[in-house]
Nanobody, 124 residues
Framework: QVQLVESGGGLVQAGGSLRLSCAAS????????MGWFRQAPGKEREFVAA????????KYADSVKGRFTISRDNAKNTVYLQMNSLKPEDTAVYYC?????????????????WGQGTQVTVSS
């Protein structure tokens, strides 16, 4: 079992940037696809981005394409989410996950582990 701990959330003005990090322990990450999800108050959890085990494939939700970038450093057992041009509608708790492939993560299927989440608040 992999333990995931997110960090980097906070309060930012619209148009600003944040970089989320997800540190893993328990097992090395390089056998897993990794992903980010988010959940806003009163809404269902939704897919944000995913990256394959070697970083060669990435997937994004349409709502964040061109603004967010997912990356990973397997040597550091860490995955990142660079968020630029933030909008108030990006406000949510962001969760890190491990999964089988970027396709299964995008489908919110076969998820192995969840982090505890980190709050991102974007003010207008």
């Amino acid at each position: 079992q992999v333990q995931l701990v997110e960090s980097g959330g906070g309060l930012v003005q619209a148009g600003g940037s944040l970089r989320l990090s997800c540190a893993a322990s328990g097992r090395t990450l390089n056998i897993y696809a990794m992903g980010w999800f988010r959940q806003a108050p009163g809404k269902e959890r939704e897919f944000v981005a995913a990256i394959s085990w070697n970083g060669g494939i990435t997937k994004y939700a349409d709502s964040v394409k061109g603004r967010f970038t997912i990356s990973r450093d397997n040597a550091k057992n860490t995955v990142y989410l660079q968020m630029n041009s933030l909008k108030p509608e990006d406000t949510a708790v962001y969760y890190c996950t491990t999964g089988e492939t970027t396709d299964t993560l995008a489908a919110m299927s076969r998820i192995n582990s969840w982090g505890q989440g980190t709050q991102v608040t974007v003010s207008s």
